[in-house]
């Protein structure tokens, strides 16, 4: 009797402890595969997908577009931020097999709902993508960089981010998209590396 009602007054033990990451032990696992897999590197480094979602639930985000899915790891990080704030997700990949392993990927994590993943080449594909946009993630080729900003900027809402990735780490592949934004009238920059790799971020004045 003394030992049950110690029971009943003892806090619930939950059946999985909730992780200082906040993110859901099975989604940590799926994450961790994706990168394990990942022989390229072309995800996004765990605390860059930290960020991502930090950054998608801080600004209360609800349009997003991501150019360049690979293998969803980052947008199952955006689309994690973006079950906080109720938004969406588009995401582009070029690559097919890539684009179904991004899909799949994204259903594992149970982001369905939130996520979408467009097989194509995001220069034809963005244009169908209705409406602006809170926030854009662009990881596509290097080169392309300042004609996707170019194209994207001004489908950003004011108050609105343009991030793109690897500005640290392949910034001499980008050097005419890194002087765009630094001189167009409607941003605000600065550059942020949770993962070395540097994501710049554009705010657009409202
Ligand atoms: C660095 S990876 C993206 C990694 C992804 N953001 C992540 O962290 O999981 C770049 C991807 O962009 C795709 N890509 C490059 N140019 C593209 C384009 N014009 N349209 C769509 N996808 C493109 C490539 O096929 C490649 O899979």
């Keep these: 009797m003394v030992v049950a009602a110690c029971i009943l007054a003892a806090p619930p033990v939950l059946a999985q402890p909730v992780p200082a990451t906040g993110v859901d032990p099975a989604i940590a696992k799926l994450l961790a595969g994706i990168r394990a897999a990942d022989k390229g590197q072309l995800a996004v480094s765990e605390e860059d997908g930290r960020f991502l979602r930090v950054l998608v639930g801080a600004t209360n985000a609800r349009q997003v577009l991501e150019i360049g899915a690979a293998s969803g790891y980052s947008a199952i990080w955006i689309g994690m931020g973006l079950r906080q704030t109720g938004g969406k997700l588009t995401t582009i990949e070029f690559d097919p097999v890539r684009a179904r392993e991004a899909a799949a990927n994204v259903q594992r ?36 960089y300042k004609k996707f ?34 001189k167009h009238p409607m941003a605000l920059n600065t550059t942020v590396s949770p993962g070395h790799e540097g994501i710049s971020i554009t705010y657009k004045r409202r």
């Design 109 to 144: 994590a149970g982001l369905s709902d939130i996520v979408k993943v467009v097989h194509g080449d995001a220069f034809q594909e963005i244009p169908k993508v209705a409406g602006s946009f809170d926030l854009v993630f662009l990881d596509a080729w290097k080169p392309d």
């Design 149 to 182: 900003f170019d194209m994207v900027f001004p489908r950003v809402n004011p108050g609105g981010l343009f991030l793109a990735h690897n500005v640290i780490n392949k910034k001499n592949e980008m050097l005419d998209f890194l002087a765009a934004i630094e």
